[in-house]
């Protein structure tokens, strides 16, 4: 079957979510469309979304996960968040990257804020965390297209707040027929996820996300107005920003290395320095169950995939961040002495912070490293006594 797509539909406390699936790898990677599920969920869509995300079926199973398909009126983006953790648990996920299209940012927003343990990488495109007067205007308008169930308007008037001037012209043709296809029966659930973006506001509990973030957005976008990436970034310590210079909220569709840059930065893994020499001589040993398990599972990548890559940053980093030490992004327990560690790498082995293929930067670190080298990087480290055996 074409990367094992599957449909499904989840049973949580409070009503069912429908879901497709698709792909092969060891991590999961969690899905959550933006407002048009509201107008239609991802029922039957498992073979089409599985062919448009082929590029993650082979380093994650992917869940595409709709909104719970009884909304109550009044339900927020948070509950919405709640919802999808019930869903990850019902699916036996505990530990997913999560990517999130507009509405669906808003609530991968909470999702990393109230279930942090949930999620390990996040990425927020064309999103926004608190209101402002384009999107109140513009979705607004929308809910009273709705409300007078004229989705003539409604069709047009997103396609044209979306897309960018050249996809228009191939685009406003085909108006007359797409306008005909695809009205819902009714549009109360659109209403409500509609609702619920107007009155999104995470913007002060942002702090509160620590998880490595990539916040992804258009410097035209139309439906959220300007700067809302720019916001978020700056409020996410641990976040990288991406802005494409002419496009707008479908940004996602138009930018040809959208899905590729996602990619990078959810299958790229991110190392401190000194951790460099520690992902060679790891035997098992760490702080806890926790800590191991993440180590474990990021020096069996590096270790048996050749081609993975890692970001380097003179911060904390993948390993750190499932560590008891780790008090907060860039702190750590040991702080001075870690930071030290890092900087004789830096210096000994010229790295920066850059990315890197892991096995070539090992080759070269390899090649100039001696034992009067490794003691002096590594012998205030409680753990050297285990690497020894490594010693040139
Ligand atoms: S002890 Fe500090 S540097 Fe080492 S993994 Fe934990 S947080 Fe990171």
Redesign the pocket.
């Known amino acids: 079957m074409l990367y094992n797509a599957t449909n499904g539909i989840v049973e949580i406390e409070n009503g069912n979510m429908d879901f497709i699936s698709f792909g092969n790898g060891d991590k999961v990677l969690i899905m959550i469309p933006g407002l048009s599920d509201g107008l239609k969920t991802v029922k039957g869509m498992a073979k089409v979304m599985a062919m448009m995300y082929k590029c993650y079926a082979k380093s994650h199973k992917v869940y595409v996960i709709s909104r719970k398909n009884n909304l109550e009126k009044g339900y927020s983006t948070r509950d919405m968040a709640a919802d999808y953790k019930a869903a990850c648990e019902k699916l036996s996920v505990t530990k997913a990257d999560v990517f999130g299209v507009s509405q669906g940012g808003m609530i991968a927003q909470y999702l990393a804020i109230d279930y942090p343990e949930l999620v390990e990488k996040l990425v927020l495109a064309v999103t926004l965390s608190k209101q402002n007067e384009t999107v109140e205007k513009v979705v607004s308008s929308w809910i009273k297209m709705a409300e007078k169930n004229d989705y003539n308007s409604l069709f047009i008037d997103t396609a044209e707040k979306s897309y960018t001037e050249k996809r228009l012209r191939k685009y406003r043709p085909l108006y007359p027929l797409l306008s005909k296809i695809g009205k819902p029966k009714s549009f109360n659930r659109f209403i409500i996820q509609a609702n619920a973006c107007i009155t999104h506001n995470a913007y002060d509990e942002l702090d509160k996300i620590k998880c490595p973030t990539l916040v992804i957005g258009g410097d035209s976008d139309k439906v959220t107005g300007p700067g809302t990436s720019e916001e978020i970034a700056g409020k996410i310590k641990n976040s990288k920003l991406i802005i494409y210079k002419g496009l707008g909220h479908s940004m996602y569709e138009e930018a040809k290395d959208f899905n590729t840059k996602v990619m990078e930065f959810i299958s790229s893994i991110r190392l ?1 320095p000194h ?1 460099l020499l520690c992902t060679q001589s790891y035997s098992g040993k760490g ?1 806890d169950n926790n ?1 191991t398990e993440n180590m474990t599972a990021i020096t069996n990548r590096l270790r048996n995939d050749d081609n993975t890559t890692v970001d380097i940053v003179f911060s ?2 993948d ?2 961040s499932k ?1 008891p ?2 008090i907060e992004v860039d702190l ?3 702080n001075e002495k ?1 930071k030290r560690l890092d900087e004789k790498v830096v210096a000994y082995f010229e790295i920066a912070e850059k990315r890197y293929l892991y096995q070539d930067i090992i080759r070269e670190i390899n090649a100039k490293m001696t034992s009067e080298i490794m003691d002096d990087i590594c012998s205030e480290c409680e753990w050297y006594p285990y690497c020894q055996t490594l010693k040139p």
Request: one cysteine or more.
């Open positions: 401190r951790h702080y800590f904390t980093d390993i750190c560590c030490r780790m750590c327990e040991s870690v």
